[in-house]
């Protein structure tokens, strides 16, 4: 696709992902000149695997965010904990088997929840919570069993709780890349029944498709990504790796697609640039970096995101609320001089701030910059430009009021109305047609 084919936000979107990508790349030099950081093999398996990890979250969390259901991915891996207890005590230490009891825990949390939703008058928030807490405390319990126990192979086995990355090797980054791969494959299968699901879960039903096993089929992906963060982020903050890069790809764009793909490079940076300025110094964790680093990305994206971002939105209503008082005093001044006389009929400056609110200075000042008015003494007069520009804007509000009268029997596009706008920048020309042929039968 050519970049000038892109609409603003396509462009938008993939700037932001050309630049995460950049200010990835460029943050190795940069630590290792800045930081002194070392790039070791431990510091390059932890940030690889932290990288893949948070390709798979991101990408998975986009519909946990979208489907309001973030609290479920903070209940179904605090859940994981009395699994990896059990797994313990049934198969020892072996990282595969305690991974396999934590998604097991995790799934059977994730049925209750279901069993809770389906026979009872608890709303989800609440069976959520039941769940988190109940398993979360069942977990603690078993653990400090377990620590009672006089065997050496349990020492750290309570480092799933908040994640211990620097015990990640070689071969667990390869489990957790083939099993990404395998989730990230289902994904794409089953791309446009989860999209279905999400958005509109009634119209999916009544087209056939099986949505109790879709969304089961969705939540265990999910429960996937969590069991394969458990060593490195621990169940505490493995919510935040799942849901901090679909919100901060929310404030990008509109479009599933773009939010996942956006999702998954904000989360590869988190994993990535988090576990690099953990090896800064051995007295920082990991896992918490990594979420401190996906914070970031929330609250710049929350900042600075175009269209969403707050710093946009103080900057259009800054726009908007210049634009209105030049409007709102252009107006004034016209009805003013209809009603006395002619055109050229000058307005006392007290009146037309008396009627205004505490923006027609403002307003005037546009006005008179943009050669609209002209300032006499004590009183505005408006120019030829200024007549012409009112009566163009009176004329859309005169189509405006047809438009809303008579839009449905002409049977005209459907929009929003806003009276500050020009109608004919935002009817079709034939629409506009039917309404000027209105104004022409209609008696002033």
Known sequence: ??????????????????????????????????????????VRVVALGGSILGVISGALGCFAVLRRESLMGDALSHAALPGVAVAFLL??????????????????????????????????????????ASWFAGGIALLAYIQSIPDASQAGLDRFIFGQAAAIIESDVLLISGVGAAVLLTLALFWKEFKLVTFDMGFAGAN??????????????????????????????????????????RQ??????????????????????????????????????????????????????????????????RL?????????????????????????????????RGIGDRSAALGLAQLLSAGLVELTGDSWRLTDTGIEAARRDAHSLQLWDLYRLYADDLDLPLLGEDRHLDIRDVLPADAIGQLEAMTEQRPN
């Open 1 to 42: 696709m050519k970049l000038k084919s892109m609409s603003a936000e396509d462009k938008r979107v993939w700037l932001a992902i050309a630049g995460i990508v950049v200010l990835g790349i460029c943050f190795l030099p940069i630590g290792q000149w800045l930081f002194g950081i070392r790039y070791t093999y431990t």
């Open 91 to 132: 198969a020892g230490r072996d990282l595969g088997v305690l991974l396999i009891g934590a998604g097991i825990a995790s799934w059977i949390a994730l049925r209750f929840i279901s069993a809770l939703l389906g026979t009872t008058r608890l709303k989800q928030d609440a069976a959520m919570g039941i769940v988190l």
């Open 208 to 249: 056939g498709f099986q949505v109790g096993l879709i969304n089961t089929l969705l939540s265990t992906l999910i429960v996937i990504a969590i069991v394969l963060g458990l060593q490195l982020a621990g169940v505490i903050l493995m919510v935040g790796m799942l849901i901090a890069p679909g919100i901060a790809a």
């Open 252 to 317: 990008w764009t509109q479009k599933l697609n773009h939010m996942v793909i956006l999702a998954a490079v904000f989360g590869a940076f988190a994993g990535g640039v988090g576990a690099v300025i953990s090896a800064i110094d051995a007295d920082i964790p990991t896992g918490p970096m990594i979420i401190v680093v996906a914070f970031s990305l929330v609250l710049a994206s929350i900042t600075l995101a175009p269209g969403r971002g707050l710093l946009w939105s103080s900057w259009r209503r």
């Open 320 to 352: 908007d609320s210049r634009r209105f008082a030049r409007q709102n005093a252009l107006r004034d001044l016209y009805r003013y001089v209809l009603s006395h006389g002619s055109p050229g009929t000058p307005v006392p400056d007290a009146f037309i």
